[in-house]
């Protein structure tokens, strides 16, 4: 008797609109229909050709897309927050503002994509491919970029500080004002890359390969405030002096 309300129960759920919705979605994404929006966390599209689709503003968090096809995608604003995309294809793609902190994309192809101040807080980039990518205002602060080829992307005013950048080649970017402080660099190649006012306070550039005549023209955040204080005491100083006279 007790086994009856249990059973029409799972039934009920089996049957209800909100979970039929989200598995149609779902088949929906993997049969190459757009789906913008749409919540899809945590979804199974490994190995789906996705190529093309315009999933702007999806909920993909969490989601399993790894060795999927993304090639030309729009993934505009989407949430793919801690979702598997190793080995994905993302080349082409349109990733602006995309939330992907703590996502898994290494040996992910990146190329020619677009990640316009994208999330990429704590990811694992490693062996990843974003020749040619735009990474504007991206943030990538503490994320794993060990062989990663970055070379010839743009990564002005991009946050890499605490990543890791070991073998990574950004030779030929435009890092313009990026911030590298506190970054493990060991055999990164910066060799014919753009650093102009680029921070790299407490990083080691002794291991990598820069740009010949490289200086570290930019202070640090530190030496900033201590060029502040001297400022802000020479001004005190000078004041006292004319209040004396």
Not at 139 to 159: K, M, V, Y
Request: proline letters at 2%; hydrophobic letters at 45%.
């Amino acid at each position: 008797m007790r086994t009856f309300p249990l059973v029409a129960l799972l039934l009920f759920a089996a049957g209800s609109p909100a979970l039929a919705h989200d598995s149609a979605r779902s088949a929906s994404v993997r049969d190459g229909e757009d789906c913008p929006s749409c919540d899809l966390a945590g979804g199974d599209f490994a190995e789906a050709d996705l190529s093309g689709l315009n999933l702007a503003g999806a909920d993909l968090a969490g989601a399993d897309l790894s060795e999927a096809d993304l090639s030309g995608a729009n993934l505009v604003g989407a949430d793919l927050a801690g979702a598997n995309l190793s080995e994905a294809d993302l080349s082409g793609a349109d990733l602006t503002d995309a939330d992907l902190a703590g996502a898994n994309l290494s040996e992910a192809d990146l190329t020619r994509a677009t990640l316009v101040r994208a999330d990429l807080a704590g990811s694992d980039l490693t062996e990843a491919d974003l020749s040619r990518a735009d990474l504007t205002e991206a943030d990538l602060s503490g994320a794993d970029l060990t062989e990663t080829d970055l070379s010839r992307a743009t990564l002005t005013q991009a946050d890499f500080s605490g990543a890791t950048l070991t073998e990574t080649d950004l030779s030929d970017s435009n890092a313009d004002n990026a911030n590298f402080a506190g970054a493990v660099l060991d055999d990164a190649d910066f060799s014919d890359a753009s650093l102009e006012n680029a921070r790299f306070g407490g990083a080691n550039t002794a291991d990598a390969e820069m740009p010949e005549g490289f200086g570290q023209d930019a202070a640090s955040p530190a030496e900033d405030a201590a060029i502040a204080e001297d400022g802000d005491s020479a001004a005190a100083g000078d004041e006292a002096a004319e209040q004396s006279n």
